[in-house]
């Protein structure tokens, strides 16, 4: 009876091993066999909003289904990072993520979800630059100036940002710990408010995106001293970066990447993976991104996941420190 046992077995094996690479290729190559929603956690219109469907647009033209964008705001994007998280690992169900998922460890006491273990990370999309800026009526030309000048005056400065625990608060509070300097934190509810009172000189400095404080720059309302990103953009390639401004170490920005919830079979991951390296290398998609302010950066999954354990370590430290928790 062993015996038997044994022959159908050893047989079975390599048999259903056979079966299974089978299912897996089939899976691969027949998805996607319906439309898949692709969830950004944030309302429409807005930064995420807009790449989420310049790639969302072109994957469905590569891979000959919808991808539908579904907006679920609330709570700095942990509301549709859940339902994204909960959803079935069949890669019909996708997270627009953008840096708030790694900011959010650091905010929130507990999250409904865990941003590493929960998911399934598919490609790094696009890295977007904050831009220090500051009013006209602040003397300071460059970074060093700035400095100098917040030295000299501990506290007397301030800088807006979009709320607490938003980009631009962490680009600030980064700057503070970094360049050993106290400008004042001022959070907003609102952009367009915070960039107001920049240009009326009410704050001193701000950390918006390229595009949202170009006007101003332009018109002469505000001044950009450098961009926070590791590389300088193509979107103003005369502006430095804060390290070659003189702040070594420093690096900040709204990145965003597609996600799966944990589970998805490896071959939807490496055929979305694929699709989506394919659409943000595609020339019109790369001018539509950089004209939105983003410049384009695929990573890998295996990049991608160490990419976001390292954010939410040097967020959360950099949280810890400022002080800038939700609850």
């Known amino acids: 009876?062993?015996?038997?046992?044994?022959?159908?077995?050893?047989?079975?094996?390599?048999?259903?091993?056979?079966?299974?690479?089978?299912a897996g290729a089939a899976t691969a190559q027949d998805y996607p066999a319906k439309p898949v929603r692709m969830i950004v956690p944030f309302a429409a219109g807005g930064n995420a909003d807009l790449i989420a469907r310049i790639v969302g647009q072109k994957l469905g033209e590569t891979l000959k289904q919808q991808f539908i964008v579904d907006n679920r705001a609330g709570a700095n994007g942990v509301i549709g990072s859940d339902v994204a998280a909960k959803s079935p690992s069949d890669g019909y169900t996708l997270l627009f993520a953008a840096s708030g998922h790694a900011i959010n460890p650091g905010l929130y006491s507990k999250l409904p979800f865990d941003p590493v273990r929960d998911f399934a990370p598919i490609a790094l999309v696009s890295s977007t630059p904050l831009t220090l800026a500051v009013t006209t009526a602040l003397p300071a030309k460059s970074v060093k100036h700035l400095i100098s000048l917040a030295r000299a005056q501990p506290g007397a400065m301030s800088y807006a940002s979009q709320g607490n625990g938003s980009p631009g608060h962490l680009a600030g509070a980064l700057l503070n710990q970094l360049a050993k300097v106290n400008i004042v934190h001022v959070p907003y509810k609102a952009t367009t408010q915070a960039l107001t009172d920049l240009t009326s000189g009410q704050v001193q400095v701000m950390y918006p995106s390229l595009t949202a404080v170009l006007p101003h720059i332009n018109a002469g309302r505000v001044r950009a001293l450098a961009i926070t990103t590791a590389n300088r953009t193509k979107l103003a390639p005369e502006l430095p970066t804060m390290t070659e401004s003189g702040i070594a170490g420093y690096e900040a920005s709204i990145w965003n990447g597609v996600l799966a919830p944990a589970g998805t079979p490896a071959a939807v991951v490496a055929r979305l993976h694929g699709a989506i390296a394919g659409a943000v290398q595609s020339p019109e998609v790369r001018d539509r991104l950089l004209g939105a302010g983003a410049d384009p950066s695929v990573h890998p999954p295996e990049q991608f996941s160490k990419f976001i354990v390292s954010e939410i370590a040097k967020w959360g430290r950099l949280i810890k420190d400022a002080g800038a928790r939700i609850d």
Do not use: G, K, Q
Not at 1 to 21: K, Q
């Open 1 to 22: 009876m062993n015996f038997r046992f044994t022959i159908h077995y050893s047989l079975f094996t390599p048999l259903a091993a056979v079966a299974v690479l089978a």
